[in-house]
């Protein structure tokens, strides 16, 4: 059945928090729900997730979808920011890692796990982020979770940006039932809750959790304003800094140096996934009682295997990079590929959500027209992560572009325009009698010039 009429299955209309509460007694038996809504999704081609790279993650390469379809195209959908999980330096470091260390590091970080390039690392991250005491986590996801996890007890209390990532949300969940959310970006409604608990509870803790540059949205908090606020009401301020350190700010400080914030934020945690070509994430503190303390009683750290020798030795490799002048050439290329996204978009009529950093949102809206420009974006060979409800809100269904320093600038426009033309294309099937959009009828005016 061709897909226009099947707009209103659930094909389309559902989402994954649909199938999120199974109920009845067989645990097993009550995921076939969910199994065969995705399947039908996979076979339509309308299951944009799980996809697999055939080779690294470079500017063009192979990709294949679960459903074994494989396309070659341009590859905006790797975190490979600084492109540096192909540079050769940092390849002949993992190289040399294996040799001198072994593969693994058969034991976790309280018991053996730690290596020499591990205690390397700690020390030089300290350096990067003016924060005297790091602790390693073998994910960026364990770093976020077991600090707040480690630190928060049931009777204190966790207030968070609205959009803060999972393991963020899910640390604090894990932690306390006193959790509440505030509107994005929002410091005055941050003062106004904080009050609000102070007024009634001054004998437990509060932590306040942000990120430094919001993955969906490309935004960022005014840090030295909600630092201030959270003293101002004995709170504890956590920044989660997975996308912006390495890749923004002077040699690669991140949003906490950018904006003058190097060593002045309470907890500083992050993730080496996006800039630093390994796995694995940290936190840092001013304080060596809440390194050991994280360290011993946050799950993650002392209950799972430490990062790999090579990890470590390669995110090290990958630091001495992004601070130096090659990395500073690195951010520069990047940030051209990123305006020239963002400007293709814009001369079509897509302005790009939030500010210009390695991940460019292009919002879509609807959920419908978003599925089918995704099939038809994969189809034409250009690789962008959908984003749709429950990761962002319903009508607010997106492309996550993630753009690399490998990227070309042309490589950019040509990206944005097979967006562009498939979100239109979508768009018209899903609504027939919309009108074209007035970048759609600007284009055709211009290929009627031709
Ligand atoms: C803000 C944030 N924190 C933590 C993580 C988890 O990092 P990792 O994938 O390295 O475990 C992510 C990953 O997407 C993230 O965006």
Known sequence: MELRNQLESPLFTHFISDYTQPVGPDLLGRTEDFFRWQESRRETGLWPFSRSLVAAPEAECGVRNETGVARQGLNFGSQDYLSLSTHPEVIATAHRAIEQYGLHSAGSAMLGGNTTPSLMLEKALAEHLQMPHVALFSSGWGAGFGTIAGLVRADDHVVMDALSHQCLQQGAMAATQNVTRVPHLNNRAMRRKLQEIRAKDTRNGVLVV?????????????????????????????????????????????????????????????????????????????????????????????????????????????????????????????????????????????????????????????????????????????????????????????????????????????????????????????????????????????????
Do not use: W
Request: charged content about 25%.
């Open 210 to 450: 942000t990120e430094g540059l919001f993955s969906m949205d490309s935004d960022v908090p005014r840090l030295e304003e909600l630092q201030a606020i959270c003293h101002e009401y004995g709170a504890t301020l956590l920044v989660d800094v997975a996308h912006d350190l390495g890749s923004l700010g002077p040699r690669g400080t991140g949003v906490l140096g950018a904006q003058g914030m190097l060593g002045k934020v309470d907890l500083v945690v992050g993730a080496f996934s996006k800039t630093f070509a390994s796995n694995g994430g940290f936190l840092a503190t001013r304080s060596p009682a809440v390194r050991q303390f994280v360290r011993t009683m946050g799950g993650p750290h002392i209950f799972s295997n430490a990062l790999l020798p090579t990890q470590a030795a390669v995110v090290l490799e990958a630091l001495r990079i992004v601070r130096s002048e090659e990395g500073e050439a690195l951010r520069q290329k990047a940030r051209a590929n990123i305006l020239a996204l963002r400007g293709a978009f814009a001369e079509r009529g897509i302005k790009c959500m939030g500010e210009p950093s390695n991940v460019v949102p292009v919002p879509v809206g609807d959920a419908k027209v978003a599925r089918l420009a995704s099939k038809l974006v994969f189809e034409r060979g250009v690789f962008a992560n959908l984003v749709e409800y429950p990761a962002v809100r319903v009508r607010e269904s997106r492309f996550r572009m993630q753009v690399m320093s490998s990227h070309t600038e042309e490589q950019a426009r040509h990206a944005a325009e097979v967006v562009h033309a498939a979100i239109e294309e979508a768009r018209s099937l899903v609504n027939p009698q919309a009108r074209p959009s007035r970048a759609a009828r600007h284009e055709e005016r211009l290929q009627a010039e031709v």
